[in-house]
């Protein structure tokens, strides 16, 4: 079983940032691809970033892209997101998720295995 726990979230005004963080149980954290997603009222969940198994290769969404940052310590079994600019718009639960048999990376969260909880973030205008 993998466990996921987000932290990091909060109420910051717009142009602030903010650094979320995932901690994952298990052996073999290095062989996850992993994400994070959001979901905000009234809105399916949507794809936010990824990061490959290495962490040489991360992927964005048209949205963030330019503003976050997802990266992976795989000795500490965390992956990061470091929010900058932060927009109203970014508003939401945000997620962590970890596909542990694939091998690849992608958008869609039917993909991965594992979720965190969620932490909130706010973003106030």
């Known amino acids: 079983q993998v466990q996921l726990v987000e932290s990091g979230g909060g109420l910051v005004q717009a142009g602030g940032s903010l650094r979320l963080s995932c901690a994952v149980s298990?052996?073999?954290?290095?062989?996850?691809?992993m994400g994070w997603f959001r979901q905000a009222p009234g809105k399916e969940r949507e794809f936010v970033a990824t990061?490959?198994?290495?962490?040489?290769?991360?992927y964005y969404a048209d949205s963030v892209k330019g503003r976050f940052t997802i990266s992976r310590d795989n000795a500490k079994n965390t992956v990061y997101l470091q929010m900058n600019s932060l927009k109203p718009e970014d508003t939401a639960v945000y997620y962590c998720a970890a596909d542990v048999s694939s091998g690849s990376v992608y958008r869609d969260p039917l993909r991965y295995d594992y979720w965190g909880q969620g932490t909130q973030v706010t973003v106030s205008s």
């Open positions: 298990g052996r073999t954290f290095s062989s996850y691809v």
């Open positions: 990061i490959r198994r290495s962490g040489l290769g991360t």
